[in-house]
């Protein structure tokens, strides 16, 4: 394949379509697949358990697919997906998973920035954003189209909410609500994530009522019950709010405050 460069080393089980590209030193071992379209550069390493999408772009010195770093981890067969059209920049290191849930695995449509790390077990969903040396503890679940500041921590078994913003250099040690914004030392929450929802199309009746409801959980002087409550006493059928308290129901570190 004159798309593969001659320095690279692939091993013969790995399956690679026609027509994707492999950069110098990168080396590819067996239990591997990468689908069409895809480019990987140079000094790559990609381990077993590798799945790779379609029209993904894998960036100078990543390294995909390697062990846990979990000292109870005994060698299983594991893997780490990634989506299709999935961006991953310099140095961005991804553990596969162990057997707790199998795999490890970054969703369609992402932006890894430099130097970003996921570590075992972590399902991050579509259309995420980790910016410059975020770092992901093991078991973290990340839902759709969240955005992570630079050098942030997110500590293991944490939840993040679809439509999330994060800002940098911060501790995620709770879970993170949907739609929000959260900054500060500790990470509180800071309003709606309003530019975000209007860019992705939300509509103005939709972020009012975002609005309110996070005006009771967060703003009143009720406690995380209380609200919840007083919000199932008001919204009916509203998809978003419904998110919102599944979302704190299934939380089992808690919200940030």
Same mark, same amino acid.
């Given at each position: 394949?004159?798309?593969?460069?001659?320095?690279?080393?692939?091993?013969?089980?790995?399956?690679?379509?026609?027509?994707?590209?492999?950069?110098?030193?990168?080396?590819?071992?067996?239990?591997?697949?990468?689908?069409?379209?895809?480019?990987?550069?140079?000094?790559? +390493?990609?381990?077993?358990?590798?799945?790779?999408?379609?029209?993904?772009?894998?960036?100078?010195?990543?390294?995909?697919?390697?062990?846990?770093?979990?000292?109870?981890?005994?060698?299983?067969?594991?893997?780490?997906?990634?989506?299709?059209?999935?961006?991953?920049?310099?140095?961005?290191?991804?553990?596969?998973?162990?057997?707790?849930?199998?795999?490890?695995?970054?969703?369609?449509?992402?932006?890894?920035?430099?130097?970003?790390?996921?570590?075992?077990?972590?399902?991050?969903?579509?259309?995420?954003?980790?910016?410059?040396?975020? @770092?992901?503890?093991?078991?973290?679940?990340?839902?759709?189209?969240?955005?992570?500041?630079?050098?942030?921590?997110?500590? @293991?078994?944490?939840?993040?909410?679809?439509?999330?913003?994060?800002?940098?250099?911060?501790?995620?040690? =709770?879970?993170?609500?949907?739609?929000?914004?959260?900054?500060?030392?500790?990470?509180?929450?800071?309003?709606?994530?309003?530019?975000?929802?209007?860019?992705?199309?939300?509509?103005?009746?939709?972020?009012?009522?975002?609005?309110?409801?996070?005006?009771?959980? +967060?703003?009143?002087?009720?406690?995380?019950?209380?609200?919840?409550? =007083?919000?199932?006493?008001?919204?009916?059928?509203?998809?978003?709010?419904?998110?919102?308290?599944?979302?704190?129901?299934?939380?089992?570190?808690?919200?940030?405050?």
């Amino acid at each position: 394949m004159s798309n593969i460069h001659p320095s690279a080393v692939i091993d013969k089980k790995a399956g690679l379509a026609d027509d994707v590209t492999i950069g110098p030193f990168t080396v590819i071992e067996g239990d591997v697949t990468i689908d069409s379209g895809s480019r990987i550069d140079s000094h790559v +390493y990609i381990a077993d358990g590798a799945r790779i999408g379609k029209n993904c772009h894998i960036h100078h010195g990543s390294v995909i697919s390697t062990l846990p770093q979990d000292l109870k981890f005994q060698n299983d067969r594991t893997f780490f997906e990634i989506g299709d059209n999935t961006e991953i920049r310099e140095y961005t290191t991804l553990n596969r998973g162990t057997s707790h849930r199998g795999k490890s695995k970054v969703g369609k449509n992402c932006f890894l920035m430099a130097y970003s790390h996921i570590a075992h077990d972590c399902f991050v969903g579509d259309n995420c954003i980790l910016s410059n040396a975020v @770092q992901l503890g093991g078991h973290v679940t990340i839902e759709d189209w969240v955005i992570i500041g630079g050098v942030t921590p997110v500590h @293991q078994f944490c939840r993040i909410g679809q439509h999330a913003f994060i800002g940098g250099a911060l501790r995620v040690i =709770k879970d993170v609500p949907p739609y929000i914004l959260a900054a500060d030392l500790p990470l509180t929450y800071k309003g709606i994530n309003i530019i975000g929802l209007k860019r992705r199309g939300f509509d103005s009746d939709t972020i009012k009522n975002l609005q309110r409801c996070y005006r009771y959980l +967060y703003r009143s002087h009720l406690n995380t019950s209380q609200a919840v409550e =007083k919000i199932k006493s008001i919204f009916k059928d509203v998809p978003e709010i419904e998110n919102i308290l599944k979302f704190i129901e299934k939380s089992e570190r808690g919200i940030i405050k």
